[in-house]
Each structure stands twice: as C-alpha cells, then as structure tokens.
C-alpha cells in the first residue's frame, strides 16, 4: 500500500479534484468520509488530505448505484467490484423499480440537494441558493418544496448551529434568506382569497420564523385566507385578532428552541379564551404532546390533508 501510495503521490486529488471528477458535492464526500470513513484521505507531511485516483472510477460506481435506489450507507465503502456486480443485478432485475427503491431515490437525491444547500449557506453564497430555491419551487411545487426541501434543511441548519459546524452569522444567513423567499411566496398566493381566515401566530417571546413561514406557504396551497401575526405576539394580541376577524382557525408554531414546558401554559390560556368554535392547531419542534382541545399536527403533509378536511372548510 505504501509503495503504491508513493508511485502516485504527484497524482494524488485534492478533494475538489475529486468532486470534479466524479460529479459527487465536497460537502457529500466529507460526509461520507466522516460517516462510512469512505473515500480514505492520505495524509501529507504538510497535514493536508489528498486521495488516490482509483478513487475516481469507484466513486462514480457508487453514484450510480445510489441512483438505482440503493442507500449511501450500503455501498459507499464498496470495492469497484461489489459495486459493478449490484449494477448488474440491478440490471438484471425487472425494469419495473419498486416503490421503496423509488422512495430510497429520491431521497438520496433530497439529500444531495441539502448537503449542497448547506455548503453555500457555509460560505454565505446568496447567488447559488437563491437560484436553486426558485429551480426547486418551480420543479417540485409548494407542498413537496416545504417537506422535501425546507423543512429538512431548517432541521440541518439548527443541528449545525447547534454542534458549531455553523456561526450564528451562517444561521442569520439562511434564516434570512429563507423567510424572505417564502414569505415572498405565500403572500403571493394569499392575494385576494375568498376562503375562510386561518390565524398564524408564534407565542409571547419567540424569535424563530421559519416554522410559521413553512406553515404560511402550506396553508396557501388550500383555500384558506392567512391573516399572519408574525413573531413575538402577545396572548391578548392573539386572541383579539382571532375575535375580530371571526377566525375558525388559530395555528401557531413552536420552535424546539421556545421548548413544550413554555409553550404549554401559554396555550392552554389561549384555548380557554377563545370560542370553542375556533380550532387551535400547533406545530413545529416545540409542540407540547397532549393538549385538551387542541390539534397538534406531526409534519406538513399531516397539517395539509387535515387542512382539506370537508369539514373544516
């Protein structure tokens, strides 16, 4: 291995070489190398990484078996010759692909979009995600946007923030820019709605947007009317609103930040003073569990279907 190693140390890849070369994000490779320490970095006297070029040929092998429905974590670490052999059972296989291989796919492909949305969030390139985030909009459509795309990488961004992978500037970054294009959105689908009014809110001394914003878009995909509060409402600002405007429906979210224990109190005085005739539904990684009349919705798809309940309109 060492002689061989030194036989190529002149050809030896940096990592954006190697990104180049086999179509595969920077980001995705660290990724793997930390995850499945797969591809293996040779360390330099001068401590930098570097990889071989065989790599190149086995990596594009992985991509392509990653396309064909298998999980990353499989198959990163393969051989060229375990992997070859998976593409030729695979194409031995009916051409008919299975739902969970579809499923598996697309994923991988989610993924990869947020692993790259998360490097330029990184080095604050405003120019690539902002173009991205229109592509995907217009490709995927709203609902499928939010819980294939925004909602997972708002997940990302916190557990970076969180471990100190990223700054509370990187943070404000995407944040920002990430409210503004969907509130952008939403507020362009809410013009001139005949619908019912839906009341959106975060609670007394919440500073995190991006669930209400992600709400916001997904409640315009229906036919009610958003009347948005915005951040940081107090209680009786909440409940006159809902009074004046004659709102069937409150919706609040709870950021995982604001945390269950604070939000509970606060939510249990709003649903005493409002009509029972008004729904109060609450979400986002702050939503206490087991709330009397109150709905507590799981994720987007959920707070959809329920919203285009019948009964609700």
């Not at 401590?47 to 499989?74: C, D, N, Q, S, T």
């Not at 989610?110 to 217009?138: A, C, P, T, V």
């Not at 939510?267 to 409002?274: H, I, N, P, Q």
Request: neutral net charge; contains cysteine.
């Amino acid at each position: 291995m060492l002689a061989d190693v030194e036989e190529q140390t002149e050809s030896l890849l940096t990592i954006g070489e190697l990104s180049r070369r086999t179509g595969i994000t920077t980001h995705t490779l660290r990724i793997w190398e930390k995850r499945y320490d797969s591809p293996k970095a040779i360390r330099l006297p001068s401590g930098h990484r570097r990889y071989l070029p065989k790599e190149i040929e086995r990596l594009r092998a992985v991509a392509r078996v990653i396309k064909l429905g298998f999980r990353a974590g499989k198959v990163v670490g393969g051989t060229l010759e375990e992997l070859h052999n998976l593409m030729g059972f695979e194409s031995k296989r009916s051409s008919k692909v299975s739902p969970s291989a579809q499923s598996d796919f697309l994923q991988s492909q989610y993924d990869s979009k947020i692993n790259q949305w998360l490097d330029w969030i990184g080095h604050f390139d405003e120019e690539n995600l902002n173009f991205e985030m229109h592509r995907e909009w217009g490709l995927l459509g709203p609902l499928a946007f939010i819980t294939n795309l925004a909602s997972p990488l708002v997940t990302r961004i916190g557990e970076k923030w969180e471990c100190g992978d990223f700054t509370v500037a990187q943070e404000h970054f995407a944040t920002e820019l990430l409210s503004n294009f969907l509130g952008t959105r939403w507020r362009r689908q809410n013009e001139r709605k005949p619908g019912k009014t839906a009341i959106i809110a975060t609670l007394p001394g919440e500073s995190h947007i991006l669930g209400l914003q992600m709400c916001a878009v997904v409640m315009s995909t229906t036919d009610w009317k958003i009347v948005s509060l915005g951040l940081d409402t107090p209680e009786e600002d909440i409940v006159a609103t809902v009074n004046q405007c004659g709102a069937p429906l409150l919706c609040v979210s709870v950021s995982g930040w604001y945390g269950a224990s604070r939000a509970k109190p606060i939510l249990w005085r709003l649903r005493k003073e409002l009509s029972q005739k008004t729904d109060v539904v609450v979400g986002g990684g702050g939503a206490p569990d087991n709330l009397d009349g109150i709905k507590v919705i799981d994720d987007f798809n959920q707070f959809y279907k329920w919203l285009n309940d019948p009964a609700k309109m």
